[in-house]
């Protein structure tokens, strides 16, 4: 950057040629003047509001010239190696994500949930109309400042994705332009609002947060800039400077080879920015008049003393009107120009704390007090570029006596006479920490206060033992030429103030994010993210910490190590924050950077929540578009919902129950396997954990519950597994768990299925047509009517039984299948080089103690209540063959009960005249 160029020149001279020739006049003591005339270079016009900070001090910035010459893309200043740690490429994350405008899940009202994407900034004059319809929309809000910044965590998302590593400078300036753009935003809404009402508050805290925001990511653009440039520029690549350098020379040279003086010069630069983004604020309200002469009323009063006798006693003034009139002979000035002065100075001092040098000067030559302008000139440092020769005779540069305007402004600093304002600008000119503090009143100026007196220290401590100069008689105090200062004693200091408001804003969480930013101290810094989390995440407000996780992301990005365990941490607050906020579209590019079982834990979690079909599908996408483990998530989830009952298996009775009624959980069980239908890859798993909440629901006696859950799973699994696996070209048989899951389903099935037709022949047998019934003094018409309902039953008990003995087959035919399963018998593994599951064993080995022993006992009631009593016997025979050995899984209380139905079988077999086993006698 050119130090004779632009706005960030600090160095050029001030005082213009072009001079003020007549004295305005007071118009009204309502009417405001504006400080710079039309015709200047405007406070307003040489203010843009997200100017970036220079890499050039403003105090020194004429001895960096050749720093400017740095590359600023940060492509060569991050080594090729290094990778940001995004997992998934911009065009397929961004490939189902929403525009900005378009969030749904946020819960405002349409016109808030889809405003243009240029909203959020500077409202043209243009759109003025459309600009009032926004802020009227937002002041109905409840919590306006939360709706208006509701898209700012999709802005983070989206600016960071479509950034590359090698950008990442670039992308640290955009996070702070998004928060300019909802911090202009917010200061509409709350400029409109009513005062006092609670929900403005808590939309002026928003718009605190977001200052704060800001500004911390123009502080670490700034210093980390510097410091990746100083990791990869070797220190022996400076020159030194020459014996006979200039003062110029020599603090060029410093700056370059000492990244501490280099850094707090970025950290003045920095906090003067902060204070240029409200000077249009305070210059809009503060009068100035354009004068000729300075204390136009009180020469006004000499003259008048001069022409006119008064009579009595006139008030006590200067007689003198030089600038150093009022202090030589510790006379006032009249209360008017004494006001101005002490306005003007109070805003010097500000245009002094913004690091406005030269619009101080303008201000002061438009005031007519262009020796004060003079005053502030001094600082400049020395240099003649015509010693070492040449062909040319160049301009000479700074001031040759910069040495003693330092001291004359110490000394102004110390005398007590002056304004406070006016010492307090000497003192910052001169390095005077003490007299400057006084008029600190925040964390902001204060810290300022300190790195600028110790920047102009250790520059004076350089200035002296490197340049030759004349033997002064007087220099400034030995404590500011030998302090030996660090940015840890900066602080130290800071922390013993006996400033109320500045110690309150010491705890304050952005400015402890600062202070270890500015620190570098990025291990302490991960200290306090541990406190806060500690304290509770929802006391965390939401936008604190999306700055700290996409700060942790910042580093990660630059390869700087955090400790890993507050960062995951940090990370899980902010997933949780975006769950709770209903930011589903968010939440697995955030769960990405998670280690992967704490990222499938955190993402199953939140998919728990998730109950509408498409929107389980559509997270799911965005898990795989991010590089999750989907097929693990999944898994996970289901797992979760069906553990989360842990009763154990209830004992069937012998009564037959249709069925137990369907909770509200069993409906969270049943609809869970729709997670792993998703993908066919995953129905193996499918058949899995369907099995195992079947296994559970038949425990209980909840048949329509299992029915459901079979039904969820696709009737092409069996199918689709054997087919996946033949297409990965393997010829060995299914894996033991695989082969074992499609037994135990087919297990399953064939249960369902003897149940259903069970229950429709339980119906069935309980609906048998009534029998008529005949009068003993019936009339005529009653007979005939009577043998009209004989004939029809007769014909209803016909078709009634025939029905009945096609149901008593079929059900027959159904429990068998299930008492003489195939391979070993029903819900029994064939496959035993599976790896062993002991829960799954268990409960396989429960079920048909569960439900042979009912099933024998349904089986025993079908064929006795169709007079099957032979049957009823050979039932005896399967239960106790060798081959299946069902007695095994009766208790002896239950054969006990079986065989006393057996003798009930064999005693109607001999009231028929067979022999109890139904053999002819």
């Known amino acids: 950057m050119d130090p004779n160029s632009g706005f960030w020149d600090m160095t050029s001279p001030v005082v213009r040629d072009v001079e003020v020739t007549r004295t305005a006049r007071r118009q009204s003591a309502h009417k405001r003047v504006s400080t710079l005339p039309p015709q200047e270079d405007t406070l307003a016009n040489t203010l843009p509001r997200n100017q970036g900070i220079s890499r050039i001090p403003s105090l020194y910035r004429h001895t960096f010239t050749s720093l400017n010459r740095r590359q600023s893309d940060v492509s060569a200043i991050l080594a090729s190696g290094i990778r940001s740690p995004r997992l998934a490429p911009l065009t397929a994350f961004l490939g189902n994500l929403p525009s900005v405008t378009s969030l749904d899940e946020s819960n405002w009202s349409a016109a808030v949930s889809s405003p243009p994407s240029g909203l959020f900034t500077d409202v043209d004059p243009s759109n003025v109309a459309e600009d009032v319809s926004f ?21 983070f998302l989206y600016t960071f994705l479509k950034h590359a590593s090698n950008t990442v400078f670039e992308l640290v300036e955009e996070y702070e332009s998004i928060c300019d753009s909802h911090v202009n935003i917010l200061g509409k809404i709350v400029s409109r609002a009513t005062p006092g009402l609670q929900k403005f508050s808590k939309t002026a805290s928003v718009l605190w947060l977001l200052q704060q925001e800001m500004v911390t990511w123009r502080l670490i653009a700034s210093l980390y800039r510097d410091r990746i440039q100083s990791v990869l520029e070797e220190e022996n690549a400076f020159e030194i400077a020459s014996l006979n350098a200039s003062e ?30 409200d000077i249009r604020d305070i210059s809009d309200n503060i009068e100035f008049y354009a004068k000729s002469v300075y204390w136009e009323n009180t020469l006004h009063i000499l003259k008048q003393q001069q022409l006119i006798s008064f009579i009595g006693n006139s008030r006590p003034l200067v007689t003198e009107l030089d600038p150093d009139a009022p202090i030589r002979q510790k006379m006032p000035l009249d209360d008017l120009d004494r006001e101005d002065d002490n306005r003007l100075l109070k805003f010097l001092f500000t245009l002094i704390r913004s690091g406005l040098t030269d619009e101080a000067q303008r201000l002061c030559k438009r005031c007519g007090q262009a020796w004060r302008a003079a005053t502030l000139e001094g600082w400049k440092l020395y240099h003649d570029p015509n010693v070492n020769g040449g062909t040319e005779l160049e301009p000479v540069e700074g001031n040759p006596y910069r040495c003693i305007w330092k001291i004359s402004c110490w000394r102004m600093a110390e ?57 002064e008689t007087e220099e400034l105090p030995r404590e500011h030429l030998e302090a ?10 800071l922390q013993a103030t006996d400033k109320k408001r500045v110690l309150e804003e010491n705890q304050e969480h952005y400015h402890i994010i600062q202070k270890f930013l500015i620190l570098g101290d990025i291990d302490s810094l991960m200290d306090e993210f541990t406190k806060w989390l500690s304290k509770g995440r929802s006391i965390l407000p939401g936008h604190l910490l999306r700055f700290m996780i996409h700060l942790i992301l910042f580093f990660r990005t630059l390869g700087i190590q955090t400790k890993e365990s507050v960062s995951v941490e940090v990370l899980k607050a902010y997933i949780q924050l975006l769950i709770c906020k209903k930011h589903m579209r968010l939440i697995a590019f955030y769960t990405c950077h998670l280690p992967q079982d704490q990222g499938v834990a955190q993402y199953a979690e939140f998919l728990e929540g998730i109950t509408e079909f498409e929107q389980r599908h559509h997270c799911l996408e965005l898990a795989r578009e991010a590089g999750l483990d989907v097929a693990t998530i999944t898994k996970t989830v289901v797992e979760n919902t069906r ?27 049943i609809d869970v396997i729709d997670w792993l239908v998703f993908d066919p890859a995953q129905r193996a798993e499918a058949l899995k954990q369907g099995n195992a909440i079947v296994r559970k629901f038949l425990a209980s006696k909840k048949h329509e519950a299992a029915k459901e859950v079979f039904a969820k799973i696709p009737q092409d699994s069996i199918a689709e597994i054997y087919n996946q696996w033949e297409e990965q070209g393997m010829e060995s048989p299914l894996p033991a768990e695989d082969d074992n899951a499609i037994r135990e389903h087919l297990c399953i099935r064939a249960y369902l299925e003897m149940h259903e037709i069970f229950n429709e022949w339980f119906k069935h047998m309980n609906s048998a047509p009534p029998k008529p019934t005949l009068l003993r003094q019936a009339s005529f018409t009653e007979k005939v009517a009577y043998e009209h309902k ?29 008492l003489l399963f195939v391979d070993g018998g029903w819900m029994v593994d064939v496959r035993e080089d599976a790896e062993e599951d002991h829960e799954r064993t268990h409960q396989m080995v429960l079920l048909r103690r569960l439900c042979l022993p009912m099933m024998c006992f349904l089986l025993h009631t079908i064929l006795h209540s169709t007079d099957q009593y032979q049957e009823c016997l050979q039932l005896a025979d399967v239960i106790s063959s060798e081959r299946h050995k069902l007695y095994s899984v009766f208790s002896k209380e239950e054969l006990r009960k079986l065989l006393q139905k057996l003798r009930e079988s064999s005693l109607m077999l001999l009231d028929q005249g067979l022999d109890p086993l139904g053999y002819e006698s």
Not at 418 to 445: H, M
Not at 644 to 653: I, M, V, W
């Open 248 to 277: 110029k020379t020599v603090v060029d040279t410093l700056f370059q080879r000492d990244s501490l003086i280099r850094q707090s010069q970025l950290v003045v630069d920095w906090l003067e920015s902060i204070a240029k983004d």
């Open 484 to 493: 030996n200062w660090t940015l840890e004693k900066v602080f130290e200091e």
């Open 415 to 471: 005398d007590e006479l002056f304004n406070r304002y006016e010492r307090a600008i000497y003192a910052a000119l001169s390095g005077n920490l003490k007299q400057l503090l006084p008029v600190c009143e925040t964390w902001e100026d204060t810290v300022w206060a300190y790195f600028r007196v110790m920047v102009d220290s250790l520059v004076e401590q350089e200035v002296r033992t490197s340049v030759v100069t004349l033997d």
């Open 790 to 818: 004989e004939k029809k039953y007769e014909m209803d008990y016909g078709i009634w039984k025939a029905h009945l003995d096609v149901l008593t087959t079929e059900v027959k035919e159904k429990m068998y299948n299930v």
């Open 135 to 155: 802020s009227a929309v937002m002041l109905c809000e409840d919590d306006p400042g939360e709706a208006a910044t509701m898209s700012i965590y999709f802005d």
């Open 643 to 669: 553990k989360k009952d842990a009763g154990e298996f209830s004992h069937h009775d012998i009564a037959p129950c249709l069925d137990i009624g369907t909770t509200e959980e069993d409906r969270l069980k």
